[in-house]
């Protein structure tokens, strides 16, 4: 539920100031990164996400190419 008002929120501030930077800190993970960006955030922040892994660099590389 947060995760699907976040999104809404993202989605509608995007909308009314394309120009911001939007950054999303907290729960950004591979599966819900794609739909964070697709709504309209351009930072995402996921530090507890990569430094809590014990392989850090598989985490980051599916957060790069995203898991859905």
Do not use: C, W
């Amino acid at each position: 539920k947060y995760m699907d008002q976040a999104i809404s929120k993202i989605h509608a501030l995007r909308n009314k100031k394309p120009e911001l930077h939007i950054s999303v800190d907290g729960g950004v993970n591979a599966f819900n990164a794609p739909v964070l960006l697709a709504a309209g955030a351009n930072v995402l922040v996921a530090g507890g996400g990569i430094f809590t892994s014990a392989d850090k660099k598989s985490v980051i590389q599916e957060l790069l190419i995203g898991k859905m």
